[in-house]
């Protein structure tokens, strides 16, 4: 698998932006032949760097040392813990989306500088609920989101705590608590591709998905706003923690990592300045490039599934032409 880097040419591309960061890059992990420091430079920026990953990391930790309950008070299914699950993924969802879109949208801190659009978010429209974008995407991210995402996630505090899913310890095996972080956005990664894929499958496209993909100009508060169906298959991922041994701080992170990620990734912005200086990677433009063009990058860039399976959009002029061509023949028109 060769890096396409030499053949990359933005063309036309570049004018249908009021921002283009230039080529999407893909993990380098799979590049053939290897590409060994390519790929120590893409790990230390994930992992290194004040990222979502890094931040989904620390919130993870708080979370455990301050507000999870331990696993022996989930021993027993009690409403009131899996309150307390629910609002531990309320709480930092809501702050980041919050900020993030008082941030960039409403306060305008930044005016349009890094942003990928041009057009702001749409106000008034009564393809969403509320008849509000930002409305409809708080309702759908808290209401079913958060509810989803904590269904899904504290059946596997109460089996970590009734012995029915493997749980290590940090003190006893650190190099396999380390590991898990990485493996977990891996898995993440493979299952959100071929979700994503079935979801644009038409039946449930026009059931489900078509309610993400309202918003054709994201911001913060677009990253799971989901129907619930689309996020019943989403969160299905948690079954991994049934399998592959973890900690509680994994769980955590694991929700953090697909749910606060999206509040970022569906920004719209590539940076986010503070004081006139770049102070977070923020935006995804590969992702943004699917919320344009719809059949192309269903994955995310730490798995190279779209260029393997031909649905990968790298941002040029030619990625557009082969999409538009992949539709016509999905929809055969
Ligand atoms: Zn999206
Ligand atoms: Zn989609």
Not at 174 to 189: C, D, G, R, Y
Not at 196 to 209: E, K
Not at 223 to 232: C, N, Q, V, W
Not at 276 to 302: I, M, P, S, W
Request: charged content about 15%; hydrophobic content about 45%.
């Amino acid at each position: 698998m060769s890096d396409a880097s030499e053949d990359f040419e933005i063309g036309r591309e570049g004018r249908k932006w009021n921002h283009h960061p230039g080529e999407v890059r893909l993990n380098p992990l799979f590049a053939w032949p290897p590409q060994p420091m390519s790929v120590l430079r893409w790990y230390a920026n994930y992992w290194l760097a004040v990222t979502t990953t890094t931040v989904t990391v620390l919130a993870a930790i708080v979370g455990w040392l301050i507000f999870l309950p331990p696993l022996e008070a989930m021993v027993e299914w009690r409403w009131s813990w899996v309150l307390r699950v629910w609002l531990s993924n309320l709480i930092p969802h809501a702050l980041c989306a919050g900020l993030l879109h008082i941030w960039l949208y409403r306060w305008r801190q930044q005016d349009l500088r890094w942003k990928f659009e041009a057009r702001g978010q749409t106000q008034k429209s009564s393809v969403y609920t509320f008849k509000n974008q930002i409305h409809d995407n708080m309702f759908w991210s808290i209401a079913s989101g958060i509810t989803l995402w904590t269904a899904f996630q504290a059946p596997v505090y109460w089996a970590m705590a009734n012995g029915y899913a493997p749980v290590i310890h940090p003190a006893e095996n650190p190099a396999w608590f380390i590991a898990v972080f990485p493996i977990l956005v891996v898995w993440s990664s493979l299952h959100f591709y071929w979700v994503h894929r079935l979801l644009h499958v038409p039946f449930f496209y026009t059931h489900a998905h078509a309610l993400h993909h309202r918003n054709v100009n994201v911001g913060p508060w677009s990253g799971i706003s989901m129907h619930p169906l689309e996020h019943l298959l989403f969160y299905t991922n948690f079954a991994i923690h049934f399998v592959v041994a973890s900690h509680p701080i994994h769980v955590l992170f694991h929700g953090y990592m697909q749910s606060i990620h999206p509040v970022f990734s569906h920004s719209g912005f590539e940076w986010v300045e503070i004081g006139d200086k770049r102070r977070a990677k923020a935006g995804d433009f590969f992702h943004q490039l699917h919320h344009r063009y719809f059949e192309c990058n269903y994955g995310t860039v730490e798995m190279p599934w779209d260029r393997w399976f031909g649905t990968f959009h790298d941002g040029s002029e030619q990625g557009s032409r082969d999409t538009v061509k992949r539709k016509a023949k999905m929809y055969g028109s």
